[in-house]
């Protein structure tokens, strides 16, 4: 049986301040667990171009997206991680769920996960869409783990990206050197945690082999903020842990443009 891919994106997240804290737990767990890697990012630093590097498998001058606006962007001619594995193999289940509209939203800019809506039609793809940037990212993000939670205990997608962003938001409005950082981190961390448990119940009970990976498209000036090139804006890992399968042992100098192939090697 081939191995699922739990992909998930946590926006603005500074690992190491999150350990350091004792804010993320489960991150310091899995990270200690498996694989691990730090990543250095692109400049600038936006979450537009990072993303769309992390989920296309290409660079900033590949995929064209320069900042959030998304003008002139090429992503059309590069497809995600979850349209790759489908085109792989056209028995592949997917699954996205994010609070940034960018990401999955089909009427706004973007989408950096394409629509693949004849797909969704045949319940192949399935795409949850919120809005954090109107209604914040505490109750979005809550919205977005339960349903990545639903998907995964009902459905089991054999490809899957759910993504985070509520950390981000409070490092923008607080800087990451205020108590309220932590706790979006620690809300996060909690997710992880259940999401984790909801795959390894699957890897145990049927015998499933899953993978799991996390990473984080920048970070951000204490201040709070990023876009430019200081090494604390350019930061960002990727974990990744095996549960019904061994952890994946990939070379220590992971960029952004490389986690497609790393994670669709894994399905092979
Ligand atoms: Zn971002």
Redesign the pocket.
Known sequence: MKTKILLIGI??LLLNLAIESGSAPTLAALKEEGFYSPMIVEVPT??GP??SSILTGSTHAQHGVKDNRFIGHNLLHRPDLLSRAFYQDQSTTTFAAAGWPPIVDPTGLGPIIHERREQQLAYKHRVIVRDGETHGYRSVDAEIGHAGLYAIQNFGPDVSFIYF?GA?EVGHTRGVLDHHYLEAITRIDDMVAQLDAAVSVRAEERGESWLIALTT??GHVDKGG?GGDSDQERASFLIAVGRGRSHPEWPHQVGPENIVELLLAERA
């Open positions: 926006d603005g936006w979450s990072g993303w962003c981000d498209d920048h990023h």
